[in-house]
């Protein structure tokens, strides 16, 4: 079944870096753009950004852009948030994800807990 | 940006009773590919997400049918006809019509009375 898992995360200090990975199976992934979001804890859902399926574009949310990079590999079914320069306020439950709005099928990773201290 | 905008953000229903969400965006939803982006997601506590609805009122594979979403444009609605208690959690819209940025609205708390 199609599948999203996730890995990495985990307790940093401001300024930092942290990657996520998130591993996809079940289906053509070469064929998908993909997603990561977040949620703060107790907040709503927040779009962070986007790669196409080939990977030829990306896009940030503004409270990202040029602190975060994300990035896919297409051999390996694997998709990656690089995280640089990380604020308090970055602290959520990041969730790589397919956010298809027209496609048949969605599928969301069980979502990981990134925690930067000041 | 386009602003979604749901309300109410809870509701305390009654097992058995209907209940309503509303979710307005800023701006029309209609892509230029004819469809509307909308998508509806339900959130249990210490879950993911889970798409329920995509353009507005087409139904995910398992969710049941008790769970129904329409309108048009700007104006959109969530409705699920006998609520059960598995439907606890928060609910989303979210558009992906204009994007950057995807928005999501802010989330509606259903919990049981």
């Known amino acids: 079944q199609v599948q999203l898992v996730q890995s990495g995360g985990g307790v940093v200090q401001a300024g930092r870096s942290l990657r996520l990975s998130c591993a996809a199976s079940?289906?053509?992934?070469?064929?998908?753009?993909i997603h990561w979001v977040r949620q703060a804890p107790g907040k709503g859902l927040e779009w962070v950004a986007i790669?196409?399926?080939?990977?030829?574009?990306?896009y940030y949310a503004d409270s990202v852009e040029g602190r975060f990079t994300i990035s896919r590999d297409n051999s390996k079914n694997t998709l990656s948030l690089q995280m640089n320069s990380l604020r308090p306020e970055d602290t959520a439950v990041y969730y790589c994800?397919?956010?298809?709005?027209?496609?048949?099928?969605?599928?969301w990773g069980q979502g990981t807990l990134v925690t930067v201290s000041s | 940006d386009v602003v979604m905008t749901q309300s109410p953000l809870s509701l305390s229903v009654t097992l058995g009773q209907p209940a309503s969400i509303s979710c307005r965006s800023s701006q029309s939803l209609v892509y230029s590919d004819g469809n509307t982006h909308l998508n509806w997601f339900h959130q249990r506590p210490g879950q993911s997400p889970r798409r329920l609805i995509y353009?507005?009122?087409t139904r995910d594979s398992g969710v049941p049918d008790r769970f129904s979403g329409s309108g048009s444009g700007t104006d959109f609605t969530l409705k699920i006809s006998r609520v059960k208690a598995e439907d606890v959690g928060v609910y989303y819209c979210m558009q992906g019509a204009h994007w950057p940025p995807y928005t999501f609205g802010q989330g509606t708390r259903l919990e049981i009375k």
């Open positions: 079940g289906f053509t992934f070469s064929t998908y753009g």
């Open positions: 353009k507005v009122s």
């Open positions: 994800s397919l956010l298809t709005t027209v496609t048949s099928f969605d599928s």
């Open positions: 790669i196409s399926s080939d990977g030829s574009y990306e």
